[in-house]
């Protein structure tokens, strides 16, 4: 079970819903939310529209999942869960989302990769360099396999596009940042989830 400390980080891989999702305004819509479920049809509509697992539909849910630090500087892949945070009337849950590749590119660059395959959403591998072929992912569902930066490697790819990449964001104080959503399956655009 994924535990947190304190600043409400995961104690194993760093992950923390955005700070300003917690303190006061986690307290505000919990309490909001409270107020409106006791009111016959509004309450779930409305706990629906403020729950941050549903604005990923509106631009991405925006999460911390490391530091630079925590990356391999030899540019070999990490993989971290998301975990966001779920308001319902009374209470406030973390519930794991999904799960992203961090792989450093630079001093101060990172590239951010959805584990999911874009074929029929099986979970891409990482496969380490082997007998002189070059490190990469792998989907182990129909045998798709992608370079590291998510580019479709095969002829005849099972996979309608490359690997979905997400929005990087550094902070000064090198914390990784990335808006994680999902996007739809076994078509060539890569198209949010409504
Ligand atoms: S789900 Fe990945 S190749 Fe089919």
Known sequence: MTQFDRNGSCCC???AVEPNRRGFTGSLIAWLLGVVALIPGIGSGLAAMLSPLASKSRGGLRVRLTSLDNLP????????????????????????VGAVYLRKTGDHQVEA???????????????????????????????????LSGKRLDAVSPSPRDMDSLEVEIAENGDVWVVFQNFQLGIASKTPMA
């Open 13 to 15: 891989c760093s992950t």
């Open 113 to 147: 990769l959805h584990v999911v395959c874009p074929h029929a959403g099986c979970s891409v591998e990482y496969k380490p360099a082997e007998g002189g072929r070059k490190a990469q992912f792998f989907c182990p569902c129909h045998l798709a396999n992608f370079s």
């Open 73 to 96: 500087a030899d540019g070999t892949p990490r993989k971290f869960p998301v975990v966001a945070e779920k308001i319902n009337a009374w209470t406030t849950s973390r519930e794991p």
